[in-house]
């Protein structure tokens, strides 16, 4: 073996390194996938009221002012967990109750409280949301927020 590395020895190491730490990116990345797509989304329990909710969160931007999960503007509260927040574990029908007439009475016109706008949904608009609300609090997001409040 010569004392000095060769120019086919170096050669060699860049490109076995680079294989080697690209097949690790790609098994995790496929990892990741499949643990997304498999296991941490309750993919089975997409309903089409849930996906109708996920559709009317969209047209009406509630992400400029929430988070979902962490993603989001930090305006107004979190709502991964506003299921949870609500009861909706022990007691769905009450959350359900609550989040449908909390999201009605909005403006609450309560001096040096944030205000979240009136959206004038119906009935059934404010169904779907909390059916997304509710599919999305079902997430196995390992435990996080570490709060309840998000
Ligand atoms: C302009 C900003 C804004 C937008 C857009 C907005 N919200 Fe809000 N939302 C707020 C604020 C501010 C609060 C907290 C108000 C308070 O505590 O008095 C809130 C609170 C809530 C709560 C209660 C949270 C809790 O923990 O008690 C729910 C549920 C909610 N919003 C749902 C929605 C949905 C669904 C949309 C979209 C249709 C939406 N919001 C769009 C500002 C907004």
Redesign the pocket.
């Known amino acids: 073996m010569s004392e000095r590395l060769t120019k086919s020895a170096a050669r060699n190491i860049f490109y076995g390194g680079t294989i080697f730490f690209l097949v690790i990116f790609l098994g995790l990345t496929l990892h990741s996938h499949n643990y997304i797509v498999n296991e941490s989304s309750n993919s089975d329990q997409l309903t089409e009221s849930v996906v109708a909710g996920k559709h ?2 969209e ?8 988070t979902l999960l962490g993603e989001g ?1 930090y ?5 991964g967990n ?1 299921w949870v ?2 009861g909706g574990k022990d007691d769905p029908e009450g959350a359900r109750d609550m ?1 449908k007439s ?2 009605q009475a ?3 016109g ?1 001096e040096g ?5 009136q ?1 004038n ?1 119906s009935d059934q608009e404010l169904e779907q ?1 909390v059916d ?2 509710k599919w999305t609090s079902e997430i196995d997001t390992q435990n996080w927020p570490p709060n309840e ?2």
Request: charged share 15%.
């Open positions: 009317i969160w047209r009406n931007s509630c992400i400029n002012c929430h503007a305006y107004a509260p979190e709502l506003v927040r609500y989040l909390w999201m909005q403006p609450s309560i409280r944030r205000q979240m706008p959206f949904l949301l997304f609300l409040a998000g």
